[in-house]
């Protein structure tokens, strides 16, 4: 009988004890080591739950190279900065930002943000990219918001050697700005809606917007003030109120395997491309331009406009447009407009 009750005794004590342990050990991490306290460290990767941990990691990061994981929604209070010079990458589950302005890139040898959920209130911008040397940084697989309608610019790119891929950016004023610091810029396989002014604002050259699909806005792609030697290729642009594609001051460009269709029954004016004053040597080919016209609504819609004679030496070809109103208007005679498919739905 004593044994049983030894036996019954020693029960509890086992239990309590595992329940003590399993209490204690708040985090497991990867390697299967017990983590009691937030933001730990293995070998060169950072485990975050505070902003205090991010914080602190891209401090001990510095000029070295490290891994920063965040482990759940984290909000933020002040704009975090990455300037020491290092190479990062930044991965986990998400940031929410009460700061008008969520991150920095300023100074870093090389930095990749990718796999994150990113959410802000009252922004400036969600990201900036200042990238001091114009070092190579990566955006991939990024889903950010504006919870305020219409707030600020999702990602600003004032450097050099940017790629942006497979990011969702909506709800913004502006979707990505492209500024005239920035070139080498690809944006590629992005889903871009819901902004009242530009999907894309582009004043900077030699940038790629390749494959992406942009919906709900005032303009889907600008190009402007001197900006040139941009590849504009293989978008889906619909639902916008102005232009599809609008050229300002801006040369030789290439627009080309676009699909430009369904405009907003919204419209302020519609163009599918514009060609705007002093837009010269641009090449518009094998574009798609359908389901323009918006009758209902008194709007006279256009495939490709001119909107004066200041326009110089562009080639507008092998297009095709259906259902559109006017097709072209307002070429200059330098422009050349030709072997184009022109026709309208029975």
Request: glycine residues 8%.
């Amino acid at each position: 009988m004593k044994r049983y009750q030894s036996i019954l005794i020693l029960i509890p004590i086992l239990v309590g004890a595992f329940i003590g342990g399993f209490i204690a050990c708040m985090f497991i991490l990867p390697n299967g080591s017990c983590q009691e306290t937030a933001g730990e460290t293995v070998g060169n990767t950072y485990y975050c739950y505070t902003e205090t941990d991010i914080n602190t990691s891209l401090n001990e990061i510095g000029s070295g190279e490290g891994t920063i994981v965040l482990r759940q929604n984290i909000t933020i209070t002040s704009t975090l900065v990455i300037d020491g010079g290092g190479d990062y990458l930044i991965e986990g589950v998400g940031l929410y930002s009460n700061t008008s302005n969520t991150l920095f890139i300023s100074n870093a040898r090389s930095c990749i943000i990718r796999n994150l959920f990113l959410e802000g209130i009252n922004l400036n911008y969600m990201i900036s990219i200042s990238n001091s040397q114009n070092n190579p940084v990566r955006l991939e697989n990024l889903d950010m918001r504006s919870k305020t309608e219409y707030s600020g610019i999702g990602i600003r790119v004032s450097s050099d050697n940017v790629w942006i891929q497979d990011c969702q950016v909506q709800n913004f004023h502006q979707g990505i700005y492209i500024n005239t610091f920035a070139s080498e810029v690809t944006v590629q396989s992005c889903v871009l809606s819901h902004f009242d002014d530009a999907a894309f604002y582009i004043v900077g050259d030699f940038n790629e917007i390749i494959s992406n699909t942009i919906e709900d806005c005032v303009t889907a792609i600008g190009l402007y003030s001197g900006s040139y030697e941009n590849t504009i290729l293989d978008n889906d642009i619909s639902a916008y109120k102005s232009a599809g594609i609008n050229m300002y001051h801006s040369d030789n460009n290439i627009i080309s395997g676009n699909y430009i269709h369904d405009n907003s029954i919204e419209v302020y004016y519609n163009m599918g491309i514009l060609v705007g004053s002093d837009s010269d040597y641009n090449l518009i080919i094998n574009n798609y331009l359908r389901n323009l016209d918006n009758p209902d609504a008194g709007i006279v819609a256009y495939g490709v406009r001119f909107t004066n004679t200041y326009t110089h030496y562009n080639v507008v070809t092998h297009n095709i447009l259906q259902d559109v109103e006017i097709a072209f208007n307002g070429a200059s005679t330098t422009d050349t407009v030709t072997e184009n498919t022109i026709f309208t739905s029975p």
